[in-house]
């Protein structure tokens, strides 16, 4: 899981964004870019009922 480490994060938005403010302002916040990102985890890593 360390590739989706929380800490690459701004890494990986300066890669598409430039900036982490701009990333920011046309994802609707730094809170609501954590959330997705610890959200498609536990959506990546859920373990599926068979």
């Known amino acids: 899981m360390g590739e989706l480490d929380q ?3 701004p890494h990986l938005l300066e890669l ?3 900036v982490v403010a701009d990333a920011a302002e046309q994802l609707g916040g730094v ?4 959330d997705a990102f610890i959200g498609f985890q536990k ?3 859920q373990e599926r009922s068979a």
Not at 31 to 34: P, T
């Open 16 to 18: 598409k964004y430039r």
């Open 43 to 45: 959506h990546l890593y």
């Open 31 to 34: 809170a609501a870019i954590r």
């Open 7 to 9: 800490e690459k994060l």
